[in-house]
């Protein structure tokens, strides 16, 4: 009989495994970040048709700071420790990703954002532009449909 044996089960690191993961090979780049946020929202806006207003409210900002950020190019990011509205980008950004895997059509992604859902017993569009735990809510309820859909389809087969 195997006796058990603790060296034997002992989880590898990735760190070790890839260059791409060790933390000293990839330097946080704020200038670089910030750049990939500003396409991230300009791919949205083009994508269903927003205002840098637009954007602005459903981030919680001020629309002259969206804007600004528009016309430069970038997101000033101060540091790798993510101010809020940073965080507010990024889940922003989340959500149309998920939105962009469940519907090609962009008109389709808008229909979405503004239909109410039984589920949810609020249009995800305006729970979003009512604070920043209201977008939070929607990228996690996106996150869990995307899991369960992905978890389902792959019992069924």
Avoid: C
Avoid at 64 to 72: A, R
Avoid at 145 to 153: D, P
């Amino acid at each position: 009989m195997p006796t058990f044996n603790p060296e034997m089960v002992r989880p590898k690191s990735l760190r070790g495994d890839s260059p791409l993961l060790n933390s000293s090979s990839v330097k946080f780049d704020p200038r670089l970040a910030g750049r990939a946020m500003v396409e991230g929202l300009e791919y949205l806006k083009h994508r269903l048709n927003w205002s840098g207003t637009k954007i602005a409210s459903t981030l919680h900002l001020p629309p002259n700071t969206v804007n600004t950020w528009l016309k430069n190019g970038v997101v000033p990011i101060s540091s790798p420790m993510l101010q809020p509205n940073i965080q507010a980008i990024i889940h922003l950004l989340a959500i149309h990703r998920s939105l962009e895997a469940m519907f090609n059509d962009p008109t389709h992604q808008q229909r979405w954002l503004s239909t109410l859902h039984p589920e949810l017993n609020t249009i995800p569009g305006k729970l979003m532009g009512e604070s920043v735990d209201g977008l939070i809510f929607i990228r996690q309820y996106l996150d869990y449909v995307k899991y369960y859909h992905a978890v389902s389809f792959k019992n069924t087969y």
